[in-house]
Structures are given as structure tokens and as C-alpha cells.
């Protein structure tokens, strides 16, 4: 994607791929869900059924992360945030709502007051959306407060500045979201007895 970053400021890449590596790379970007979808069809023509839930969030979220990979700000901001998480909501709130239904029917005597809360955020998808949406704003503003400093100031607010250090420390603590949805995903793709959300 000639001119997309996800570096600001002084950050530096830790490598540059040569160019080969990069159409290498574009060339896979299209093969893995090809061969998902060959494998998909092979498994459907077995008799298992077609998971039409996960086909959606598998499209989605491709389009949306091909969709967003641009110079223009307003549209990166719009796919790769906005209808990205959109669809990761649609996912965590169905898989979640599966699991303590199960878990309700099965064992209520074991949910503790977290379970609870979120059995409760998750039930209403109004309230899900305004928990969720509230959380992601509250990121988003601490990130131009410490981080990237780019439109507050136009205000007319003085901005705290801080050290390289304490600007990593931020860095680090901000990205803990963005690291733990990955960690997410792989527990919620696990198609086990072990986990009835799927």
C-alpha cells in the first residue's frame, strides 16, 4: 500500500522488506482466505455444515482492512476503525452471549460478579455498543492527549510533554487493547466442546 503508515513522529520500522518480499506477500494476502474457502467447500461437500457467521466476519474483516490501508485519514479512520470494529463487536458480543448462556444453564453457581457484569453489558446491544463505544472514545482521546498531539492543539489546549521515556511508557500502556484483541481472536476462533460460542 504505496504511502500507508503506522508510524508517526520519529518512529522507525525495525526492517524494510525488500521488494520481492512485498509482492510476495501480496500475492499471499489473496491465496490464504482462497484456500480457506477451497478447504470450506471441501469439508461442506463431506456434510459438514457452512458456518455462514464466520464467512461474514472473515469477509469483513478482510474488506474493511483492504478498504482502510490508504493515505486519506477520513477513510483509513472509517474502515480500519470504525466498520473493522464494528464487525469484531458483532462477533465478541454473539460468541459471549452463547458461552454464558450455556454456562447459566450449566453451572450458574460458579458466575461471579465480573461474569455477571458482563452477562448484563452483553445482554442489550444498545448497552453493549454504548459500554464499548465509551471505552474506544476514552482510548482514542488519551492517545492524542500523550501520544499524537494532533488536533487538540489546534484549540487553542496546552498539550503535556513528555519525555521519550514516558512517551514509550504511554505507547506501551495504550497498545495493551490492541495486543489483547489478538489474543482474543485466537481463543474465540477455537472450535471446541470447550467452546459453544461458535
Sequence with gaps: FSGFSWFFFD?????????????FFW?????VPCCWLVRLLLVREAGAPLNIGKLWIMAAHYFTWFMGMTTNSF?????????????SMVLVRHVVQ???????????????CSDRFNDSITSSPLGYFVFLATLASAEALIWEL?????YIPDYGYTMPELTPRGRAVATSFLMMPQLS????????WKMTAQNPGL
Design 11 to 23: 518512529d522507525e520500522k525495525l526492517f524494510h522488506l525488500p521488494g520481492a518480499w512485498q509482492s
Design 27 to 31: 500475492v499471499v494476502y489473496p491465496l
Design 75 to 87: 477513510r483509513n479512520l472509517a474502515f480500519n476503525n470504525l466498520f473493522h470494529g464494528f464487525s
Design 98 to 112: 452463547q458461552r454464558y448462556k450455556a454456562w447459566r444453564q450449566q453451572h450458574p453457581d460458579t458466575m461471579h
Design 146 to 150: 500523550l501520544v499524537f498531539q494532533e
Design 181 to 188: 484483541h489478538y489474543f482474543l481472536d485466537g481463543f474465540i
